[in-house]
């Protein structure tokens, strides 16, 4: 079952990069290199593993929902400094 799971990440981490992959392919302002593939596979396939773990040992609906969530916004915060470096810029600013 959990080789299973493993797959399912793996797919669905493939079939997500198709989106700027085809992306790439229509428009110029969609211009990924192959570190920014490797960067954005690793992210979700790690997030996925990582809210599979915490639904496995977490037993209490509130806390698990609540630790998924926040595993999903250090992803998505993650992201967001990988793209535009915004944290980086607020800093420069003070």
Same mark, same amino acid.
């Given at each position: 079952?959990?080789?299973?799971?493993?797959?399912? /990440?793996?797919?669905? @981490? *493939?079939?997500?990069? #198709?989106?700027?992959? !085809?992306?790439?392919?229509?428009? +110029?302002?969609?211009?990924?290199?192959?570190?920014?593939?490797?960067?954005?596979?690793?992210?979700? /396939?790690?997030?996925? @593993? *990582?809210?599979?773990? #915490?639904?496995?040992? !977490?037993?209490?609906?509130?806390? +698990?929902?609540?630790?998924?969530?926040?595993?999903?916004?250090?992803?998505?915060?993650?992201?967001?400094?990988?793209?535009?470096? *915004?944290?980086?810029? #607020?800093?420069?600013? !003070?």
């Amino acid at each position: 079952m959990q080789f299973r799971k493993i797959i399912l /990440f793996f797919l669905s @981490t *493939i079939l997500l990069l #198709l989106l700027p992959l !085809i992306a790439m392919q229509f428009t +110029k302002e969609v211009n990924w290199t192959t570190k920014d593939f490797i960067v954005a596979g690793t992210l979700i /396939f790690g997030a996925a @593993t *990582i809210s599979e773990i #915490l639904s496995r040992k !977490i037993k209490n609906p509130k806390h +698990k929902i609540t630790l998924i969530i926040t595993v999903l916004a250090m992803i998505i915060l993650v992201w967001i400094e990988l793209a535009v470096g *915004i944290f980086s810029k #607020l800093v420069s600013d !003070i």
